[in-house]
């Protein structure tokens, strides 16, 4: 079965740009749930831009809602990550400037620590994923240090295609990563920048069981719904 997780980090970015309630990031992680999607995604970064401590507490409290935790590799994410205890938790490079996650993991180089956060999580029942670029040598060292799936980094054949250049070599390496990863029982997952026209494309790709989509999905909804919400407040102000 393929999976979709929904990525509702902007939801919050939305809330965050009045500094008031609304819109709830748990009313959307419940509709997307209601709606059909498979799980939810959350971003607690650093800098705490969208996602905050409060949307965890909350949305990891709502039962039927299974939950993928996005965080750093640092102590303070993996203590917060043992006390919530979402049903995944998938690991990505954090830097405070970027707009969003900007690449894969490096793994050579936070072997260790990663390493030792895998493990914890495992010995938890938290299914454990790596955020990193399509590389054969990555799956390797993520296959190395325990992990139980892998996300893939489409971030760079979505700009390929949005910008109608040729995304073939980035594709078979996809392909090629995916079924290295399968091959050596990883579940291969993939995220960053899909829409449904990337989606499309990367469906040709059996061995991907789990998509995590989220600025397009919520920029799609935006648009969508506008004419539903004028609808409703012409028929208040017609009163
Ligand atoms: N997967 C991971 C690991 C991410 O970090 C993100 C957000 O950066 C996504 C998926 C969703 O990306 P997007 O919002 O571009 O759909």
Redesign the pocket.
């Known amino acids: 079965m393929i999976s979709l997780g929904i990525?509702i980090?902007?939801v919050a970015t939305i809330r965050n740009a009045r500094g008031e309630e609304h819109p709830y990031p748990y009313i959307a992680a419940k509709n997307a749930i209601k709606s059909g999607a498979n799980s939810i995604?959350i971003?607690l970064r650093e800098d705490r831009r969208h996602i905050n401590d409060k949307d965890l507490k909350i949305i990891s409290s709502i039962k039927n809602i299974p939950l993928n935790l996005?965080m750093a590799a640092t102590n303070q994410m993996l203590k917060i990550a043992l006390k919530y205890k979402p049903n995944y938790v998938?690991i990505?490079p954090e830097k405070r400037e970027e707009i969003?996650?900007e690449g894969g993991l490096n793994i050579k180089k936070n072997n260790k620590k990663l390493k030792y956060i895998i493990k914890k999580l495992n010995n938890s029942n938290i299914r454990t994923s790596l955020?990193i670029n399509p590389s054969i040598k990555d799956i390797k060292l993520a296959n190395s240090i325990g992990t139980k799936c892998i996300?893939l980094?489409t971030?760079k054949i979505?700009n390929l295609v949005k910008r109608k250049k040729n995304y073939v070599n980035e594709f078979n390496k996809i392909k090629k990563s995916a079924k290295f990863a399968d091959s050596i029982n990883l579940e291969v997952h993939a995220?960053?920048?899909?829409d449904y026209k990337t989606t499309k494309i990367l469906r040709k790709i059996p061995e991907i069981t789990e998509y995590?989509?989220?600025?397009?999905?919520i920029g799609e909804s935006i648009e969508f719904s506008l004419r539903k919400v004028i609808k409703k407040f012409i028929k208040i102000l017609k009163k």
């Not at 995220?191 to 899909?194: D, E, Q, R, T, Y």
Request: glycine share 16%.
């Open positions: 990525n980090d902007h995604t971003h996005e998938c990505v969003t996650t955020f996300e980094h971030g979505s995220g960053h920048g899909l995590n989509i989220g600025h397009f999905i």
